[in-house]
């Protein structure tokens, strides 16, 4: 069976305070936003995207099982704070078929040194980050191209 043509895009802890959460570091943009101009980039590629956010680890491993069985077409992952400690999650994308794009805001190898390491970038196809929201509408184009 073929993908289809949604788009999971998945965002871990903390990211529901995204607009208000140092907006220095993450932009003034709430997830909600981000999301909206997801869906119209999605539309106009012919794609649908299912945003969701978790402050959960285990939320995120039971929706990238979910994505690949309901055959994504891709993830996007932004998976916050689990990227530099999530064995799990790097277990979760090994685990699966569907195409893991994992996204940043911020650029976590100009900050603390502990942001340098990435368990989720070691398992995923690829990595955004640094654009602030324009990480999403990039991983959204490359998803697009897989
Ligand atoms: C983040 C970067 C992570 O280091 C941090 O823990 C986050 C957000 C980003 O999008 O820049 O929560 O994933």
Redesign the pocket.
């Known amino acids: 069976m073929s993908a289809t043509s949604t788009i999971f895009v998945l965002n871990?802890?903390?990211?529901n305070l995204l607009g208000v959460r140092e907006p220095e570091?993450?932009g003034y943009d709430t997830l909600d936003d981000i999301g909206g101009r997801l869906e119209d980039q999605a539309q106009a590629l012919g794609l649908a995207i299912d945003m969701r956010q978790s402050n959960h680890e285990g939320h995120l491993i039971d929706w990238l099982h979910e994505a690949n069985a309901v055959r994504a077409r891709a993830v996007i992952l932004?998976?916050?704070?689990f990227?530099?400690t999530s064995i799990a999650l790097y277990d979760a994308i090994k685990a699966i078929t569907v195409p893991v794009i994992e996204?940043?805001?911020?650029?976590?190898h100009t900050?603390e040194a502990f942001?340098h390491r990435s368990y989720v970038g070691q398992a995923a196809k690829g990595t955004i980050?640094g654009f602030g929201a324009m990480?999403y509408a990039l991983a959204l184009d490359a998803a697009a191209k897989l």
Request: charged share 10%; aromatic share 4%; no cysteine.
């Open positions: 871990g802890p903390n990211l570091v993450y932004n998976p916050g704070a990227t530099h996204v940043h805001l911020s650029n976590p900050r942001r980050a990480s």
